[in-house]
């Protein structure tokens, strides 16, 4: 009865998300490709219209009105991300543009003050590019070395390497919360234990796991939390880099500008406090209030719900997808949400993602932005399903028939 419940306070939401009623090539759009970005519940395109309709003005700066009105609601919509992840200061929460930008904030930064020649970056082999090459750029240009988990067949980290893996030249360990391809969420907690026993610091990419997971950045004690709002029903172009007040007292800032500065003279600048530091320039302010909507939204359901409601689907889903003769799965760990990497027998993945877009399913195809997996399954890619809260079985079983047809016309 409570599942029923919730199944259908899930649908009631989706009425939320107007996008989803349309037909796209005059088939009812199922939208499958919430890992590159969700939709956007209608109270986040009211707020940023809003915001544009009546407050639009930079913050921070003037004494008029609608300055200070933009300031008070950028300055609380970074208490509601401190209290959505459970940050200790709000001082600790600095706007980005995204994932990519608060880890290239950190790879630059940190990098440029701790590390040296001979130095070691701890990453793993199913991280997305974004948390592979900022820290290959400056490993480069500081003479350090980046070190590598790997994951296993089923794609689960082989973290009984850690004790060999992390050594007394390693820095830090950079490490995604959830796998954008596999789905695998990995043992973090265990991961920032370890290499704080030895002194280490730990960033986590949580760009899948925080409108999938309950994050609490200071139960896992992690160093930094870098992720998106458009993967969790915020806008795109806003992101948030949480960083332990310790660590981002002792990094220098990463881009220089208005607002980052507490006096310029052409001598010396000295910079601003946090979070100002690592803020330089105009934000996207309609966007971060965007963001504090998207929070309110998923607050108002609950993560946990979600994340319930989300793995029943997964389940569904696998279940029948099971049946499919010659499929394949890429990760298939016992910890995983609800994102389904698969190929169909030899079928290249752009050909089946091309036909199932003809049937109004939109799933992602390719490498995923994570080409060290592709090179690790000897696969060009995969197609990618990932589903979030307004996502139904009716559409895994239209999406199962989708498939089976797909198979039919290319085989
Ligand atoms: N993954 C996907 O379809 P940005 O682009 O900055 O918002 O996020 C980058 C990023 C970083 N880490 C992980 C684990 C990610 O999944 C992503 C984005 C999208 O899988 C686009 S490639």
Redesign the pocket.
Known sequence: MKKLLQIQQMIYNRSDFKILDQKVNNKPLIYFDN??TTQKPQVVIDAITHYYETINSNIHRGVHSLSQIATEQFEAARRSVQNYINAKHTHEVIFTR???ESINLIASSFGREFLNPGDEVLISEME?H??IVPWQMICEQKGAKLRVIPFDENGVLQIELLDQLITSKTKIVAI?HIS?VLGTINPIKLIIDKAHSKGIPVMI?G??AVSHEKVDVQALDCDFYCF?G??MYAPMGI?VMYGKEEWLNKMPPYQGGGEMISQVTFEKTTYNELPFKFEAGTPSVGDVIGLQKAIEYIQSIGVEKIAEYEHQLLHYAMQKLEQIPGIQFYGVSPQKVAVISFNLGTLHPYDVGFLLDQMGIAV?TGH??AQPIMQKFQIPGTIRASFALYNTKEEIDFFIEALHKAKMMLE
């Open positions: 890992g590159a995204g994932t990519t997305h974004a948390n995604t954008n990419d760009a899948q998106s458009h993967k992101g992602r995923h932005c």
